[in-house]
């Protein structure tokens, strides 16, 4: 029989007072595996990761991790259970150092006479190997502040951090949407070795390419509805795109918007 | 590593919280001893606004950490005046010993400060009008328990030599023993806050307070202590002075509030919450108390100190933002 997958959702309904916005959406996420989760702005991606993260509670249907219904307090809760989430900006204490903001909540500490102190050095150390671990060298101080990070590298150690603390399901919200392309390549390959951990990895983006590259398993969310669920392989680059536009051609879009652009196009290109 | 080495240089420790505090402070003793004179570097002169950062200090404080927590407690002005009614009504006016007056005092001053904490925590209503709220209902409780009991505003106190010599003596004729309160305060201070992991919380609540909680933080716990913390301090400062002049008034301490939020500010906590350090709300304090005394020692008219307050903490606003800057953007070199 073939193992049941880490996390689950089935037919799982969220509204806020009257507005439904999710219907229905079933998913299942196994570990080593990376879930792409498409869909435009509004489509309701970052709410069906809130119930993941236990933010919000499913107004239907239920979310099992390892096969088990489970219903989380809290995001601390889901956390407990191994299930970590980045939102899009990484580090949230931007004042803090590497070091500080890694450990927060279970700060390392040691013996200092009679009192009990911070282990500023145990905290820098690990959390700078952690980073370090997934091929960012260029973090090598604790001390320096979130803020003072790059977007990309503000991402890995987020990431890095789920992993240090055991995250058994990583979600990742939009972690490349506001990077370079090179600092999203290192995210992604970031990803990647996190599946290679054994992490099942639910990855937000709305960049095909992105997804692509890491997915192993899509699902497309148009309006709240899961509008297509596919492997990869299944589906070219232009279907889904087509598929996130809402079933509307995007070729069809883009030979229109040539159409409008085309007395314009055509005075300057007559010149050649 | 270059943790260690950087922490040890001139730029490491200008990206440092308490860096423009530390200057600042350095530009107001040359100041007054430019436009002034070395009299007020003298034991005798130091004496004067050692006094005055002393008790102010011992407020600004916690203060500071409310600050760097992301709250605000303004009902110190009325807990100072509370701290020194209470102490001098129990054992002054009902002759009561006097351990049962400053146990009082200190009592009031943790009642307040949990009901600061719980309608902080329970309601939305933003702690500064919290505070402003009780900062007033203090006010009129001891304004009107005293008229009650005592037919006055003005209450005597005979303190026991014990407790004259602990929280009321001059040392050397000149300096109170508030101020040995207030250094061994800010050890204790600096131990807890940059060295336990508690610091670390309140450092995580005031840049994120949802993040922090999911973090596991108890966030609830340590805002109420922190408000318990700065209503009991303001009461216990109330409570030397009564002691030490050996009566208590009804109407002090309000300009305890302004001063203690000025020196935190210019000992370069960030008003939004996050950033700070007990070093710098120390020499913030130390500042204050420096311009608002220096000016005795220098042929200016008194009210100018309050021109240069106003252009000293404008300055140093604007020069934090200049060290948070450059905290930020700091990247060791590349080796
Ligand atoms: N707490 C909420 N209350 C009411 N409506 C909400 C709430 N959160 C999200 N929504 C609505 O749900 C829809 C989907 O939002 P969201 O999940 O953020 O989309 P996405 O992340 O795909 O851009 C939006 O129309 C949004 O207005
Ligand atoms: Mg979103």
Redo the contacts between chains.
Sequence with gaps: MEKPPILEMRDVCKSFGLIDVLHNISLRVHSGEVLCLLGDNGAGKSTLIKTLAGVFNPTSGTVLMDGTPVTFS???DA?NRGISTVHQFGG?????SIG??F?????P?RK?GP????DRKKA?EIAVNAVQEFGITRI??????I??LSGGERQSLAIARAVYFGARVLILDEPTAALGVKEAAHVLRIVLQARQKGIAVIFITHNVVHALTVGDHFAVLIRGAKAADFRKGEKTREEITDLMAGGEHMAELEAEIQHLKAPNASATVTTH | ???SS??LSISGLLRRPEAGAFLGLLGVLIFFVIFGSMEFLKPSGAASWLNVAASLGIIALPIGLLMIAGELDISIGAMIPAGSMTVAILSGHYGLPIWVGILGALSFGVIIGLINGYLVIRTAVPSLIVTLGTLFAVQGIVLGLSVIITGTTSVALTAAPWAKFIFGQFVGGTFQVIIFWWLAITAVYI?VVH???Y???I??MG??KI???????PTEKLTITLFVLSSTSAAFVGMCQAILFNSAQVSAGMTFIFNSIISVVVGGV?LTG??GSIVGIFFGTLTFAVVNQGIYFTTFDRNWSSLIIGIMLLLAVLMNNTF?RM??????KKK
């Design positions: 809290s995001p601390r956390s949230t204490f931007p004042l803090m500080r903001s450990f927060v909540g279970v700060e500490t200092w009192f009990t102190i911070y820098n090598d101080d604790g001390d320096r502040l803020g003072g | 590593m270059s943790s950087s922490s131990f060295f336990t992991r610091g670390n919380w450092f995580a840049g994120d993040s922090a909680r999911n973090a596991g933080i960030l996050g950033f948070r905290a930020l953007s700091y990247a060791p």
